[in-house]
């Protein structure tokens, strides 16, 4: 299973990304973010500040906490946004 160890931030909107394999490759999020625009929230990651909160989950997975947001029964929930590992790999160069 494929699984990202460690991320850095490369401005605008990159992250280098490594891999449990050993291979380092450079995911451009900004398509990604372009086209997940629908999702309430995701827009936030435009902003530079919160884009660098990235984080590495448990699974190997890209995400940022709490972007997606949504109401439900007058509440407004929160979600991860993430990207998965095998996503990420698939979509990089290196």
């Known amino acids: 299973m494929i699984r990202i160890t460690n991320i850095t931030v490369i401005p605008p909107y990159q992250l280098n990304c490594k891999f449990n394999s050993g291979v380092i490759k450079k995911l ?3 398509p990604i ?3 997940q625009k629908h999702l309430t929230g995701v827009e936030s990651l435009l902003n530079e500040e919160i884009f660098e909160n990235v984080k590495i989950g448990e699974f190997g997975e890209i ?4 972007i997606v947001t949504t ?3 007058g509440q407004i929930l929160c979600w991860n946004y993430d990207i998965s590992p095998e ?3 698939q979509n990089s160069i290196l």
């Open 87 to 89: 996503f990420a790999y």
């Open 71 to 73: 109401e439900y029964d």
């Open 28 to 30: 451009n999020v900004l």
């Open 63 to 66: 995400y940022w906490e709490n």
């Open 33 to 35: 973010i372009e086209n």
